[in-house]
């Protein structure tokens, strides 16, 4: 071949790679974009505390259905997003009061990093980078800065709780710099409540004659013995002032009980009993509470009235632990429901981990006993989401929550 013959083919094939470059760019057609990497973790999805459930499947990350537009960094589409490709084991979500902007801590699973992200944006930054395998459960004191993390001691049957103080980086320039530290309360706490003003812990140690209640601060300090029970299955929660809730774990064929603590005095009242499968959520201003009873394998949902004592049937079949009330309007609450209940014995099985629900949420105002659909999860994104752990910024703007199938957080615009 010639070298003029060369030169000319070369020059051809530029031109022609040129002009193909050309139209693509103004034709509007992109480049493939990557497909998401899915990531598994390699180990079961399992809670020895017995908040949560158990599950017999290995989590893996699911896609995300959420177009980013690039350039701004903002969620221009779908309502729904992932925040954690990873499952999490708890988080906190808190709104700055100059900018009203909303932020969400959570903690990873595997190694107990601890993420930043953000409501209105994709970007995130990592807070810390302390390892600590295997963290079953956090509970965050107000504002995000601090929590309590739970784990088993060196892969024995022993609890370890440890209070923490985030300390995340100091400059931009060197993410590595954050990280955590804090004092251990004793070991094997079974449950454990933080209060609204994050001040005072509650928690529940087992010995031969039951369980014993302590009051202390979040650092383990001033601790003061509260309470004493021959039992020791408890589920707790601190949702108001002075008022500690106290379920007996529940199962679809034992009658359930919920009492009234007083963090002060010690005063233990009953508030409901002999309840099948009883579990609960009480409201903020612990003047009502969502209860659920376990009719015909069929967890039914109900409000309770605490002054009249009056009980009424919402229109749902869901547990307590799927709703919450809404921060702007104390007569409003959000629900995430099943779309369908296998047979079976419930909430057994959910807790378990041997049932996986597709969940709608659901919108009530309690007052005029309306309802609306807020959003069909699987019917508009494709995702088969088990709603848990629902949380919402401060002007219910946003709802996050956790899939309990993988215990990735997740996001719903409600504006």
């Keep these: 071949m010639s070298k003029k013959t060369a030169l000319a083919l070369i020059l051809t094939v530029f031109i022609g790679a040129l002009g193909a470059l050309v139209w693509f760019y103004f034709s509007g057609v992109g480049l493939p974009s990557k497909q998401p990497i899915k990531q598994v973790v390699d180990e079961n999805i399992y809670d020895p505390f017995g908040t949560i459930g158990t599950s017999s499947s290995v989590a893996s990350s699911t896609e995300s259905f959420v177009p980013v537009d690039n350039q701004n960094n903002f969620i221009i589409e779908n309502r729904l997003r992932k925040i954690s490709e990873d499952p999490v084991s708890g988080y906190s979500v808190n709104t700055n009061q100059v900018d009203n902007k909303t932020s969400i801590h959570y903690i990873l699973r595997a190694n107990g990093n601890i993420y930043e992200a953000y409501g209105d944006t994709t970007e995130q930054k990592r807070l810390s980078i302390t390892t600590i395998p295997k963290v079953y459960e956090s509970s965050w004191l107000p504002g995000g800065e601090k929590l309590i993390i739970r784990y088993l001691k060196d892969n024995t049957e022993n609890i370890e709780t440890f209070s923490v103080k985030i300390n995340p980086a100091t400059t931009t320039l060197n993410e590595f710099e954050g990280g955590i530290d804090g004092v251990f309360l004793p070991e094997n706490i079974s449950a454990l409540a933080i209060n609204s003003v994050g001040d005072k812990v509650f928690y529940l140690t087992n010995n031969l004659n039951g369980s014993s209640g302590f009051i202390s601060k979040p650092d383990g300090l001033n601790k003061s013995l509260l309470f004493s029970s021959p039992l020791i299955e408890w589920l707790v929660s601190w949702p108001k002032g ?36 009883l579990t609960s959520k009480t409201g903020p201003g612990a003047k009502q509470v969502l209860y659920s009873n376990s009719l015909r394998n069929t967890p039914r949902l109900y409000l309770l009235n605490i002054e009249s004592g009056e009980s009424k049937l919402l229109p749902w079949s869901t547990l307590p632990e799927k709703c919450l009330w809404s921060n702007t309007d104390s007569a409003v609450i959000y629900c995430a429901v099943p779309k369908a209940f296998p047979s079976g014995d419930f909430p057994d099985m959910w807790y378990q981990g041997l049932v996986n629900f597709t969940d709608e949420i659901w919108k009530m105002d309690l007052e005029t006993e309306s309802t609306t659909l807020v959003f069909d999860i699987e019917t508009e994104t494709q995702n088969k989401i088990d709603v848990v752990d629902l949380q919402l910024d401060q002007n219910d703007d946003y709802l996050f929550f956790t899939n309990k199938t993988d215990l990735t957080l997740w996001s719903l615009n409600l504006k």
Excluded: E
């Design 242 to 277: 002075n008022m500690i809730t106290m379920n007996t774990k529940p199962s679809a064929k034992v009658p359930g009980y919920l009492y009234f603590l007083d963090s002060q005095t010690g005063s233990f009242s009953k508030v409901l009993g002999n309840v099948l499968g």
